[in-house]
């Protein structure tokens, strides 16, 4: 069988591992690097690769192309792929406000050239035994929830100007958007948001640390905490093991969520249920959920080659990273109103103003 030639743009962080994991996956070759810039060139060379200097000039005959690129280019670029005809894979966030990803969700329901965002941890073994156990009734309804994201990046990181620009960089835009898609996989919609923030330890103009409440459709609340200035092993990178070769996976969690029938961390898929009645005087077992190790990045391009196929519809579609920028911007827009803000839905979930509440 023809294998399906991907290309990917943005040589960088996380367009490596795009690289390698469309290398690795026996149904997919590696097309082409774009990347105008050092980094990419290099990339290219190290992975026996072609090499680009901008995605016009790839070969008509490939089948895809992931956009791994700063997030102000991936509208730009995802709607000129689209509009030639090329699947695309577009990592998150879809693009810096909910308007501009509107009018891309638009573009690829006109055009039928699909899209898939690069929220790969739905893609992740232990995120899809906590969705089943959801679905299936076992968790019953989200009552409240606890989420750490503690990210001590290094300085070195923050080099990269749109880093620590704000609109383009901060934990808020670029990791807290994780977790929003997570929620909204699990859990349902989110319709209000509250959200304090602070810059003092690195004086960028962008946060460094924020703590963020959300509220989802069937009334239950989640507490975030968020930083990338702090040390501490509670957050998904740093205890899912999904990407070791960046990240050593520590035995932690970072999602404690509780439902009506039962309590479930990750990435440990502990699984709290009374033994008897439903009363906190009684006590509680752990059977742990079920999972087989699956690389959620391999997952993530196999996926996108049976979407580009027409095999598989996206995991992730367009309109979800519109819905997920939709509730950064009410965030940010709490933030900025110092009060928490409605997410109204609307048709797609994609290009909903936030409103700010008068409580
Ligand atoms: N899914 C994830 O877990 C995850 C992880 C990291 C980053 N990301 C996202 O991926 C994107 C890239 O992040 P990163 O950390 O790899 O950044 P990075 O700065 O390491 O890499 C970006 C690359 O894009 C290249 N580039 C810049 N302008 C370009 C252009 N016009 N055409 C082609 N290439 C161009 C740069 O030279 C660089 O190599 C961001 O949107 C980020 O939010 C997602």
């Known amino acids: 069988m023809k294998h399906t030639r991907i290309a990917v ?13 469309i290398r690795d996956y026996a149904g997919t070759e590696l097309a082409g690097i ?10 290219a060379a190290e992975m026996d690769s072609p090499h680009f200097t901008k995605f016009e000039d790839l070969p008509d005959d490939i089948d895809g192309v992931v956009i791994a690129t700063p997030n102000a280019l991936h509208v730009p670029q995802a709607t000129a792929l689209i509009e030639a005809g090329i699947p695309v894979l577009v990592e998150k966030p879809l693009g810096e406000n909910a308007a501009a990803c509107a009018d891309l969700v638009a573009l690829s329901k006109r055009t039928g050239v699909p899209g898939l965002v690069g929220h790969h941890r739905r893609h992740n073994p232990i995120v899809q035994a906590a969705k089943q156990a959801v679905d299936q009734g076992r968790f019953g309804t989200l009552v409240s929830g606890t989420i750490a994201a503690t990210l001590a990046k290094p300085d070195s990181y923050f080099t990269v100007d749109w880093r620590r620009e704000k609109g383009a960089g901060g934990p808020i835009l670029i990791n807290l958007i994780h977790e929003i898609d997570l929620v909204r996989h699990l859990f349902g919609e989110i319709t209000e948001v509250f959200a304090l923030a602070s810059n003092r330890q690195r004086g960028f103009d962008v946060e460094d640390t924020a703590a963020v409440m959300l509220k989802l459709t069937g009334g239950g609340l989640i507490t975030i905490s968020l930083t990338d200035a702090g040390v501490g092993p509670w957050c998904w990178d740093t205890t899912a093991g999904e990407n070791p070769a ?21 990435p440990d898929l502990a699984f709290w249920t009374h033994d008897g009645a439903r009363d906190w005087t009684v006590p509680q077992v752990n059977t742990p959920l079920e999972t087989a190790p699956q690389d959620s990045y391999i997952e993530q391009i196999r996926h996108f080659a049976a979407v580009i196929h027409g095999r598989e519809t ?12 939709a509730v950064i911007e009410a965030i940010r827009h709490a933030l900025a109103e110092n009060r928490p803000a409605r997410i109204d839905p609307l048709p797609q979930n994609a290009a909903s103003e936030p409103k700010a509440m008068m409580e």
């Open 9 to 21: 743009i943005g040589g960088g962080a996380i367009g490596r591992t795009h690289a390698v994991a």
């Open 34 to 43: 774009v990347d105008p810039f050092e980094t990419g060139k290099a990339l």
């Open 246 to 266: 960046r990240f050593p996976a520590m035995p932690a969690v970072s999602h404690m969520f509780s439902g009506t029938k039962a309590g479930m961390s990750l």
């Open 314 to 325: 996206p995991r992730i579609t367009l309109e979800d990273g519109a819905a997920n920028i």
